[in-house]
């Protein structure tokens, strides 16, 4: 039973009290001691000089690390304070980012998990909760796993396995949440299904996802919802920023968690957001690079947080254009995704003589599957044609870290 006092059910007026009282005291530590925030930021006392402040964009956070490596100068402690490092995965073609966490930070990522990623999913100290990632740097799976420790749930690493493995040890365990992220969910069952394995009998109850916006894109939910008789929640977090947003028994979206992060949306729909509680080596006005609506209309379960309307449809970076038409990837996930017999996509761009040239290469085991009516059905969600062609099951990479859904192809001939 919810107390009048939970955090995410306060007036906004109590919200940002709290949050320039948590603001305040963390830049008192960290413009006394944090070269890099103290190159760019004064003192602040209201909301005026908050909005004055500069953005903060991840190009500047590698510039100084390659500057002054390995951790860069976003350091309010010495380095021995500090006890944990991850880093991204530089997926994105960039070098990867490292940052690092003190007891203290670290403790306020698992408080985050456990008092509102997994309390909004329901989860419980009963539950047993299989990792279906690798564990290597990356801080998502790491925080996750604690997150549980932290709730008394039964915590299960399913690193070093692979796919096979991980379905039988799910199953012989009894797991009854999987966390992974949506296409390697999709991927599970596959297997499942090819070892004779009946996954939606298993008893998993709930899945958790990050990495990508498939647990809010509605086919691909529904899609792993069917394959495991469960219901699937989406989760939003940044391994230099923190665990950002959970969805709700809602699941129309994904609730921002406003008590510890201050969000902000640019004019072109960017999200920024300032963290409140990882003073070690803290974000203000970071541009995330995620474009999103957002919504302060009420939740029916209850939270006043802010709601991302549908999740994270779009990285900046991933937008493409079709014909003059700007599109996101999870635009055409939520097309592709309502056909069981294609087991994997990636949209293909080139830019040909000035042109975008943008085709959906798709993997199936299916012989017969002919691209006809899903191109139908793609034209008809996008209003424009997007060309589709069929490669061999095998063809497409595959992992269990965040699925890279656009390959830019250089041109011909340069
Ligand atoms: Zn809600």
């Known amino acids: 039973m919810r107390s009048a006092t939970e955090p995410s059910e306060i007036s906004q007026e109590e919200l940002r ?151 039988r040890n799910m199953l012989d365990i009894g797991a009854t949440v999987l966390l992974s992220t949506p296409t390697y969910a999709l991927r599970l069952a596959e297997v499942a299904r090819q070892i004779g394995v009946n996954v939606s009998a298993a008893g998993i109850g709930k899945t958790i996802h990050a990495g990508e916006p498939g647990a809010s894109i509605p086919a691909t939910r529904d899609a792993i919802e069917a394959a495991y008789s469960a219901v699937s929640f989406d989760h939003t977090g940044m391994t230099e920023l923190g665990p950002t947003g959970f969805s709700c028994s809602a699941r129309d979206g994904v609730h921002l968690i406003e008590s510890e992060f201050i969000f902000e949306v640019a004019a072109d729909g960017e999200l920024i957001a300032t963290n409140l509680g990882r003073w070690g080596m803290p974000l203000i006005r970071y541009r995330t690079g995620d474009r999103v609506v957002v919504s302060r209309e009420p939740c029916s379960c209850g939270s006043s947080f802010m709601k991302v309307v549908g999740g994270i449809r779009g990285r900046v970076d991933d937008m493409f254009t079709v014909r003059g038409v700007n599109l996101y990837p999870s635009q055409v996930e939520d097309i592709v995704r309502r056909y069981q017999e294609v087991t994997g996509f990636v949209i293909e761009h080139r830019r040909e003589r000035l042109m975008d040239e943008v085709a959906l290469v798709i993997e199936t085991p299916v012989a017969s599957f002919s691209t006809e009516r899903l191109e139908a059905d793609l034209r008809q969600a996008l209003g424009v044609r997007l060309d589709c062609r069929v490669v061999t099951p095998g063809t497409l990479p595959r992992s269990d870290l965040k699925s890279q859904r656009i390959v830019r192809v250089p041109p011909a001939g340069g």
């Open 17 to 167: 009290a709290l949050q320039l009282g948590k603001l305040r005291a963390g830049l008192t530590h960290v413009l006394a001691t944090n070269a890099f925030w103290r190159e760019r930021l004064n003192s602040l006392s209201g909301w005026d000089d908050f909005e004055r402040l500069p953005l903060t964009s991840k190009s500047e956070l590698l510039a100084d690390q390659t500057a002054h490596p390995p951790f860069g100068t976003n350091l309010t402690f010495p380095v021995d304070r500090y006890v944990r490092l991850h880093q991204t995965s530089g997926s994105s073609g960039d070098q990867p980012l490292r940052w690092l966490d003190t007891e203290d930070s670290w403790d306020w990522w698992i408080r985050i998990w456990a008092g509102h990623v997994y309390r909004a999913a329901g989860v419980t100290s009963t539950d047993r909760l299989f990792f279906a990632f690798s564990f290597g740097p990356f801080i998502g799976f790491w925080s996750a796993f604690d997150g549980a420790h932290r709730l008394g749930a039964l915590c299960i690493s399913g690193g070093a396995m692979t796919s096979e493995q991980r379905v």
